[in-house]
Each structure stands twice: as C-alpha cells, then as structure tokens.
C-alpha cells in the first residue's frame, strides 16, 4: 500500500506509475472532493485499490454517505480514536490536542463526542454491510 498523504497522478508525483503499489491513499481534513477525485481516479485509471488513509473525526454524515456510496473507494481509516483512561485517575483524557481526535468513552458524558463516536461507528459498518447501532 501507499502510505503517502495524496497521490495527484503524473503531474505531480510518478505514484501510479510504480506497479508494485497494490492501493493508493490520502489523508483528508477539510472537503476536498477535486483531490478525492483525483485520487481515486487516478487508481482506478491504473487498475488499483483507493483508501482514505486517515480523515477528520469532525466529518458529518454526509461525507460519509458521499464515501459510502463511491464504488472506486475501498475504505476509510480514523485519525485519531484514544482512550478516554489509561491508567489515569478516572475522568482524565490522554491530551492530544490536534483537534482532529476522538475519546473513547463509553457512557460518558460529553454528549458531542459520543454522537460524533456513533456516526463514524455507523459509518465503518455500513462499508462492511452490517445493521447500524
């Protein structure tokens, strides 16, 4: 797999040309459908798979729907989803503060992060053909 953030074809890099590339990826953190395209198109026109490498956890449903619904892309990897504890005195999060991440914590309070939680979970079932929680 390409592990790179983006692949833009010819006109920029030569990663569609290396033939020992199984899937291509990108990295997304704002709506940038014409990068999406390229991307994807880019891969199919060389008979390989496209994923999203890493996304915003602050994507909606619609995105999601968007994704869901394009055959030429093949999956969608989170960043970031920490634990809500490790080890620490309850109630304490891990700080990370990219503004991109996620908490895990079951039952907890913060109603935005939980709703935010379900959407993506909902989302990665849908993409495996399975009933959403």
Same mark, same amino acid.
């Given at each position: ?47 390989? %798979? ?9 994507? %909606? ?8 619904? =394009?055959? =030429? ?12 504890? =490790? ?26 992060? =939980? ?19």
């Amino acid at each position: 797999m390409n592990g790179s953030d983006e692949c833009l074809g010819g006109n920029v890099s030569n990663d569609f040309a290396v033939t020992t590339v199984d899937t291509h990826s990108a990295h997304f953190y704002w709506n940038d459908t014409q990068r999406l395209i390229s991307g994807y198109s880019g891969a199919k026109n060389v008979g390989k %798979g496209y994923i999203i490498g890493e996304y915003s956890s602050n994507f %909606g449903e619609e995105w999601f729907r968007g994704i869901e619904s =394009n055959p =030429n892309i093949h999956g969608t990897l989170v960043w970031l989803f920490y634990p809500h504890d =490790n080890g620490l005195p309850t109630g304490n999060r891990i700080p990370h503060n990219d503004g991109f991440t996620l908490y895990y914590e079951p039952g907890g309070s913060d109603t935005q992060n =939980n709703k935010q939680v379900l959407i993506i979970a909902n989302h990665h079932r849908r993409m495996r053909k399975l009933p959403e929680i």
